[in-house]
Each structure stands twice: as C-alpha cells, then as structure tokens.
Nanobody
C-alpha cells in the first residue's frame, strides 16, 4: 500500500482559503487515483474530490464544486486540495485517500489507503 501524510489544515475564518497537501510514499504514485474525503464526529466519511492518475480528470462533490480544486504533481508524489470561499460547514477532518487504478466511484470503500487526517476549522 501507499503511505499518505496530510498537511495544511488549520483554523480560518469564513471566506478564507486554505490549501491541503498529501505526500505519498512507498509505491508508484502515478498508479493511483487520489481523493480527498472529510468527516465530522457522528457522521460518515464524505467524498470531497478525486483526481485521475495522470491528473486529466477531476471529480467533485456538489457541495464543494466551484470552491475547491484538486490537483496533483506526480513528480513530487503529492496531491493538493485548494479550498476557497470556505464555509463553517466545511469544518471537518480531511483525509487523503488512494485507489490503485482508475477512479471507480465516490465511495470511501473504493479507496484502499488512507492518511491520518488533518483538521480544518472554519469560524463564522
């Protein structure tokens, strides 16, 4: 499995921007579809965004479309999540995830490797 380490979380105000990074190691990064999920206490992990192996195709949850942007740099084995116009409801722990091969669905069960998460808190 690929190992994942997120960074970039923090406390921001509504309307601010934040960029999350996820560094991968242990396997060939370009073999993996990469995704971001988020979770708040008492709720299921929620799909946020995903990006294909070469970065040509991106997928977004309706709740973040137009505000968040996922990208990847296969030369440095890193995937990013640029979050703009943040809202208090974006507050969650954000997880980086990897799926070997092509994108299948927004289900967390389709992703086999996970990071430990980074907290994002948006105050009103």
């Amino acid at each position: 499995q690929v190992q994942l380490l997120e960074s970039g979380g923090g406390l921001v105000q509504a309307g601010d921007s934040l960029r999350l990074s996820c560094a991968a190691s242990g396997r060939t990064f370009s073999d993996y579809t990469m995704g971001w999920f988020r979770q708040v206490p008492g709720k299921e992990r929620e799909f946020v965004a995903a990006i294909s192996r070469a970065g040509a195709t991106t997928y977004y949850a309706d709740s973040v479309k137009g505000r968040f942007s996922i990208s990847r740099d296969n030369a440095v084995n890193t995937v990013y999540l640029q979050m703009n116009s943040l809202k208090p409801e974006d507050t969650a722990v954000y997880y980086c995830a990897a799926r070997f091969g092509r994108f299948a669905s927004q289900s967390s069960s389709d992703f086999g490797s996970w990071g430990r998460g980074t907290q994002v808190t948006v105050s009103s």
